[in-house]
Antibody, heavy 121, light 106 residues
Framework: QITLKESGPALVKPTQTLTLTCSFS??????????VGWIRQPPGKALEWLAV???????RYNSSLKTRLTITKDTSKNQVVLTMTNMDPVDTATYYC??????????????WGQGTMVSVS | DIQMTQSPSSLSASVGDRVTITCQAS??????LSWYQQKPGKAPNLLIY???RLKTGVPSRFAGSGSGTDFTFTITSLQPEDFATYYC????????FGGGTKVEIK
């Protein structure tokens, strides 16, 4: 059974760097085709993809946020870490990590964490 | 970047109704489209991928169709547990989501 869980601060100040950790089980990020992504959702708004990292350590980023994001993996700990610099109140959102669905060639997410709410104030 | 436009943004329907949501891509994405359901306070749940393929375990009242730039999501007979917000997502070039469609009780 695949599970993911996000952790990190609930509150950050403007200009600070946010660090979020996704801890997962039920799969390995060393297996070909596997990936973990981050998606966020401001209160009452739509989903926004942030980043994804694959088994081969290749990261991909949302072009509009690329300069602020870094995604890394620690396969020994079964964790994926997302950092976002220069936080602003508009970055207030629920942040989700999710497992990449490996039946398609692109990035579709079939199992999601519960999400973690981050407020910037 | 590929923009995804969903319509309507919200709709009201009754149990048993047929519900249709459309999603338009700003450029040809082939059939690289998925649909998610999200209930309040919960993470999204994948329903459909490759425009029309149901994820295992998803009820057959959910259906997807389309290719290129125009796609449709249909619930053939709306059930009480289907009241939620639905999102389309393209994965042809990186990935991006539509703005969502909230399905409310009439």
């Amino acid at each position: 059974q695949i599970t993911l869980k996000e952790s990190g601060p609930a509150l950050v100040k403007p200009t600070q760097t946010l660090t979020l950790t996704c801890s997962f089980s039920g799969f390995s990020l060393t297996t070909t085709g596997v990936g973990v992504g981050w998606i966020r959702q401001p209160p009452g708004k739509a989903l926004e993809w942030l980043a994804v990292i694959y088994w081969d350590d290749d990261p991909r980023y949302n072009s509009s946020l690329k300069t602020r994001l870094t995604i890394t993996k620690d396969t020994s700990k079964n964790q994926v870490v997302l950092t976002m610099t220069n936080m602003d109140p508009v970055d207030t959102a629920t942040y989700y990590c999710a497992h990449r669905f490996n039946l398609v060639p692109g990035d579709v997410f079939d199992v999601w964490g519960q999400g973690t709410m981050v407020s910037v104030s | 970047d590929i923009q995804m436009t969903q319509s309507p943004s919200s709709l009201s329907a009754s149990v048993g109704d047929r519900v249709t949501i459309t999603c338009q891509a700003s450029q040809d994405i082939g059939n690289y489209l998925s649909w998610y359901q999200q209930k309040p306070g919960k993470a999204p749940n994948l329903l459909i991928y490759d425009a029309s393929r149901l994820k295992t375990g998803v009820p057959s009242r959910f259906a997807g169709s389309g290719s290129g730039t125009d796609f449709t999501f249909t619930i053939t007979s709306l059930q009480p547990e289907d009241f939620a917000t639905y999102y389309c997502q393209q994965y042809d070039h990186f990935l991006s989501f539509g703005g969502g469609t909230k399905v409310e009780i009439k």
